[in-house]
């Protein structure tokens, strides 16, 4: 009779045990941070995790703590790089103009130098990243852009990408492609013609049955047209 007994306690104990063994994975998996930090530059990984965070849930979503919980860091590291969320926004908002920088020098390096249909390529580009990135992209040109002047680093990332248009102009004057004009004045024509697209685009001002793609064709062509030597 004493076998038995001795049979259920070692039951009781071994189902004991993988309930245990099964149950600790989960608890690590909850208390496992969802992007865990592990290089040095962390003052990169805040901007680029409020980046993911703006494209998936909203500038408003954005706090330095739950910023920091994602990258399993503690909740005052955030400080050392930023003073307060604003100031980590106007990094965001400079790390989209960067990038949209680069997508259209990364364009501009792959076309023909002599193709004036380069300068719509790159108007048919500047639209497309707002679309693909609606919540940084209002960021961008949001509150904090109103007070570009007086924020070293998001104006020089705006002046950059500005900068770049007019050096397209410039270098399609002198091929011979487009009329011989003021090009920062063709470069303000341009960029009001896409940003004011991209922005009926991605606040929803244009129906959904518009044909997009033709759209976006249509108006820097027209642009373009308007600019022909």
């Known amino acids: 009779m004493r076998i038995p007994v001795c049979v259920d306690i070692v039951n009781i104990q071994y189902t004991g045990l993988v309930d245990i063994v099964n149950i600790y994975p989960h608890i ?10 592990h290089h040095g530059d962390l003052r990169t990984a805040l901007v680029e995790e409020a980046a993911a965070m703006i494209a998936e849930e909203g500038t408003a979503s954005i706090t330095m703590r739950a910023l920091g919980k994602r990258l399993g860091v503690s909740r005052m590291a955030p400080y050392r790089h930023f003073q307060d969320k604003t100031a980590l926004l106007v990094a965001v908002a400079a790390t989209g103009f960067k990038r949209l920088s680069d997508r259209l020098r990364r364009l501009e390096a792959g076309a023909p130098q002599s193709s004036v249909e380069q300068v719509r390529r790159m108007g048919e580009e500047y639209v497309r990243f707002a679309l693909e990135n609606p919540a940084h992209y209002r960021l961008m040109y949001g509150r904090e852009a109103m007070a570009r002047q007086s924020l ?56 959904s049955a518009v044909d997009v793609d033709g759209l976006i064709r249509q108006t820097t062509q027209t642009v373009l047209d308007g600019m022909r030597a």
């Open 28 to 37: 690590q998996s909850m208390s496992k941070p969802r992007r865990a930090y």
């Open 152 to 207: 070293p680093e998001l104006r020089e990332a705006g002046n950059d990408l500005f900068e770049l248009l007019v050096e397209i102009f410039q270098a399609h004057q002198e091929t011979g492609g487009i009329r011989r004009q003021d090009p920062r004045a063709q470069a303000y024509v341009a960029w009001s013609s896409v940003h004011g697209l991209a922005s009926l685009l991605i606040d929803g001002q244009i129906t």
